[in-house]
């Protein structure tokens, strides 16, 4: 059975394969692709089209490794500290300690991102500003992951997503947060039913606490509903093809890319009080949601991919 999540993807390498006398097996419920032509044969396995080393992909996929290579070679990012999960902290002081993540809360009184250390499209991504929250959080995420990262909160003005091959951009786009304008009428909570989905409404309720939901803003005011910037959670993609941000956004990304020594990915930057950083780089590149608003230039993209995997291969 094909995974529903992995639909475009899927049917994208199909589409490629088909049209150039490859050989494609779907296996482990979409899980695992394997392509053969004239006796070789390429592997994609989750969202990873086989182009990245090892290292870099592992690089990539550790949140907090990756930030600390980044920061090494001189590249502007959001930091992110390991805290491991009981049965591995033993092997590296204070990084299973809540008292330590409560050290880094009080040092940042904005509050903290606690998310899994390794993982995609925003899930279990948390905003703390209380011990309470997080000790919940962390609790939650370390029942089902191994570790968890955990960064300062910060006021992101804005959010771009490159996919780069090669040091080359294939799609930049902006995401554009989910907001309400207030009527003077109905609450926030009201406001957000009439424009969301169901998931994306049981997010908004988490990042506000019941008094913010039932308050009514004044009419005219523009709300956010979502720190988020996932397209998941509700964001709209606007893509960029030039001018300063584009430009400043690619630059940051190729240098971030090279710092890792990553072929394929897909880098989050963020501005921050006017700069630029680096949020995550993504060994894995998906673009589900995306491909449903342009599918052409999701499928341009992928297909620029898989031409590079098999003229490695050639």
Known sequence: MVL???RIF?????KYCLARDIACEIRSGGWLVIMRRDGRRQLAIGYDVGLNSAVAHQVAN???ACAEVLAAAGIEVIPHTLFLG??????IPESGSIDAMARLLDAHPRGLVVKPNEGTSGELVCRVSTRAQLETTVA????EYRALAISPYVEIDDEVRLVLLDARPLIVYGKTRPHVTGDGVHSLRELAQRMTTAAQLRTITEDFDAAELDAIPPAGERRLVNWRHNLDAGAEPVLLTDGAAYDACVALAVNAAQA???RFASIDVVRVDGTWKVLEVNSGVKMEELGKRHPAL?????????DAVFAEGA
């Open 4 to 6: 529903i999540s992995q």
């Open 62 to 64: 550790d949140k907090a």
């Open 86 to 91: 009981p049965r591995h902290s033993p092997h």
């Open 140 to 143: 939650r995420i370390l029942a």
């Open 10 to 14: 899927l049917e994208t390498i199909k």
């Open 298 to 306: 999701v499928e341009a993209a992928y297909h620029a991919a898989l």
């Open 260 to 262: 890792v020594g990553i």
